[in-house]
């Protein structure tokens, strides 16, 4: 069996990462999406292991110490991170992993594992992205310009992702990234493995 492809993926806050992944998951049911770990308390109706791993700060950092997480950051007091064994697993079981992680944590983890694909998710335009966040209504003026501050030096990261797609419509931004998968299972990095069993059985 062919090990999973871990699949990083990064957006800028309001370029849909979220609205995307879930179109990807409920039309592919083999897809894992990882499950990050954290320091925070729960807040009401989230779940241990489905929202997050909630963890103490002693246990965060000792996964840290010991090489278990794939990237981590602290951030508001927290810390916040992706614990490698369930991913390993899984992708050892051939099931194919997205990381819904930032441009930081992107880069960690092409570091530990740089077999990975990583895809940028770029807003059709800044403007439309200014149009989707105060679109929302649930933010202040000084918040929505920090968002599109941080967005505007995310995208300048874009370059050091493996594709990039751009997200005007989810059905066609999803289907893209589904393409991309297609592709890479058929890398020859991932399948020498069938050449090696073809020339065996010749």
């Not at 807003?123 to 918040?143: A, I, K």
Request: with cysteine; net charge negative; glycine share 6%.
């Amino acid at each position: 069996m062919n090990k999973g492809l871990l699949i990083v993926l990064s957006a800028p806050s309001g370029a849909g990462k979220g609205t995307i992944i879930k179109k990807l998951m409920d039309d592919d049911r083999s897809l894992k999406l990882s499950v990050s770990a954290t320091t925070r308390s729960p807040r009401p109706g989230e779940v241990d292991g489905e929202d997050y791993f909630f963890l103490s700060r002693e246990e965060f950092e000792d996964l840290v110490k010991n090489g278990e997480m794939l990237e981590h950051a602290e951030y508001v007091g927290n810390c916040y991170g992706t614990p490698k064994g369930p991913v390993e697993r899984w992708l050892e079981d051939g099931l194919d992993v997205i990381l819904e992680i930032d441009v930081q944590g992107g880069a960690q983890v092409k570091e530990i594992m740089p077999e990975c694909v990583s895809i940028f998710i770029l807003p059709p335009s800044m403007r439309e992205l200014e149009n989707r966040l105060r679109g929302r209504s649930t933010e202040q003026d000084e918040v929505v310009n920090a968002r599109l501050e941080a967005a505007r030096n995310e995208v300048h990261r874009a370059e050091d992702y493996d594709y990039v797609v751009v997200n005007d419509e989810v059905e066609v931004a999803a289907e893209e990234i589904r393409t991309i998968i297609a592709a890479e299972k058929h890398r020859f990095s991932r399948v020498s493995s069938i050449v090696e069993r073809v020339l065996i059985d010749a």
